[in-house]
């Protein structure tokens, strides 16, 4: 089994819908973080979290919010969802090591907004 | 802010051919620096990093040596192979929460 698993895969979704992408992982690491990947941009850092109580916004946190159930689950959710949302979406792990840890991502999920 | 800025692909090489990637950043302070591997259908993974100047990282016949001088990390690799074709992707974290700053990720593809 992956170490980090994003359910779903893919996702086609109609323009004003909620979705919910999730994000379990079996790590033990504290730090969880969403990032978007879009071609030619690379991928931007949209919420990051490093325990249950702990939410920070990253770079591009508008139209999103994300829930921290547990230590090992991350959702990110598109409270309206818009067609400019379509991207793919990796969720990621690291350490406490500070910086220089490495981080672990997902298999990604691929959303398209119609 | 930070940034990262890497050659433009898609880039393709014959198999044994010689690959450079180039990467240049700008940060403050003294940031690690990190290239990352996509295969199609799959998530990021590491490959290698450098986290002070003059590290050279190396894996899997890849090196990238960070340059503070020239603010790169350039990604070589000798002899490429057909397994080798993926998207490359050059990072950088700037403080201690891990967080990634990208480059837009170069393709590499190598034909047999």
Not at chain 1, 9 to 28: A, D, F, V
Not at chain 2, 66 to 77: D, G, Q
Request: glycine content about 10%; some cysteine; overall charge neutral.
């Amino acid at each position: 089994d992956a170490d980090v698993t994003q359910t779903p895969r893919n996702r086609i979704t109609k323009t004003g819908k909620r979705i919910m992408l999730e994000c379990s992982q079996t790590k033990g690491h504290d730090r969880m973080y969403w990032y978007r990947q879009d071609p030619g941009l690379g991928l931007r850092l949209i919420y990051y979290s490093f325990d249950v109580k702990d939410i920070n916004k990253g770079e591009i946190s508008d139209g999103y919010s994300v829930s921290r159930q547990a230590q090992a689950k991350f959702s990110l959710s598109l409270e309206s969802a818009i067609p400019n949302q379509t991207a793919l979406y990796f969720c990621a792990t690291s350490d406490s090591l500070g910086g220089a840890a490495e981080a672990f991502f997902g298999q990604g999920t691929r959303l398209t907004v119609v | 802010g930070d940034s990262v800025t890497q050659m433009e692909g898609p880039v393709t090489l014959s198999e044994e051919a010689f690959l450079t990637i180039n990467c240049t950043y700008t940060a403050t302070g003294y940031p690690s620096l990190f290239w990352y591997v996509q295969y199609p259908g799959e998530g990021l993974q590491l490959l290698l990093k450098a986290t002070k100047a003059d590290d050279k990282g190396s894996n899997k016949g890849f090196e990238a040596t960070y340059r503070k001088e020239t603010t790169s990390f350039h990604l070589e690799k000798g002899s490429v192979q057909v397994s080798d074709s993926a998207v490359y992707f050059c990072a950088l974290s700037s403080d201690s929460w891990g967080k990634l700053q990208f480059g837009a990720g170069t393709q590499v593809v190598v034909t047999p």
